[in-house]
């Protein structure tokens, strides 16, 4: 198991044990199978918002029988089961974050990566959208992230 990276987004990046991983896959009424362990690990451990391929080319170097069809595949599984949901902050290309709370996006234009942040919710409420219903709500910065400024 690949060791935590420190990250600063408040959220805990310890690694889940495999019982932690079943156990949430059952909750979601997912199978539990290898391969659904180690992507759903993958997405808990690294918060990197990631798509099809950054999940597939990660694990195909521990799984070398790993098909792209079944990363795919599992990721569907995760979204229709809500264990996952898919951003639309980056466009052609699926992003999936394990985190279904709400909280912000702040995209890279230099590096690409999706940083998270917390919102408080109940300040984005609107007198103005009063008798409207809200389906869906996002907050999505883009910019240049430290790293990237001090270059
Ligand atoms: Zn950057
Ligand atoms: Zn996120």
């Known amino acids: 198991m690949k060791a935590t990276k420190k ?3 408040g959220y805990a990046h310890e690694p889940p044990t495999v019982q ?3 156990t949430m896959l059952s ?9 659904r362990l180690m992507i759903l690990e ?8 990631p798509s099809v391929d950054m999940i597939y080319n990660e694990l195909l170097i521990k799984v070398p029988t790993l098909s792209r069809a079944t990363v795919y595949n599992t990721l569907n599984l995760f979204l229709k ?10 466009e052609n290309e699926a992003r999936y ?25 109940e300040a984005l409420v609107s007198e103005e959208l009063k008798g409207f219903g809200i ?9 240049t ?5 001090k270059k």
């Open 20 to 22: 932690q991983l079943t």
């Open 135 to 143: 389906d869906d709500k996002n907050v999505y910065f883009k910019g």
């Open 7 to 9: 990250q600063t987004d």
């Open 42 to 49: 993958y997405l808990l451990t690294h918060h990197n918002h």
């Open 81 to 90: 089961a809500g264990l996952v949901r898919v951003l639309d902050i980056v």
């Open 97 to 121: 974050d394990i985190l279904t709370d709400f909280h912000g996006h702040f995209k890279c234009n230099t590096c690409g990566e999706i940083f998270n942040f917390r919102v408080i919710d």
């Open 27 to 35: 909750v979601h009424k997912v199978r539990p199978s290898q391969q």
């Open 145 to 149: 992230c430290p790293k990237c400024l």
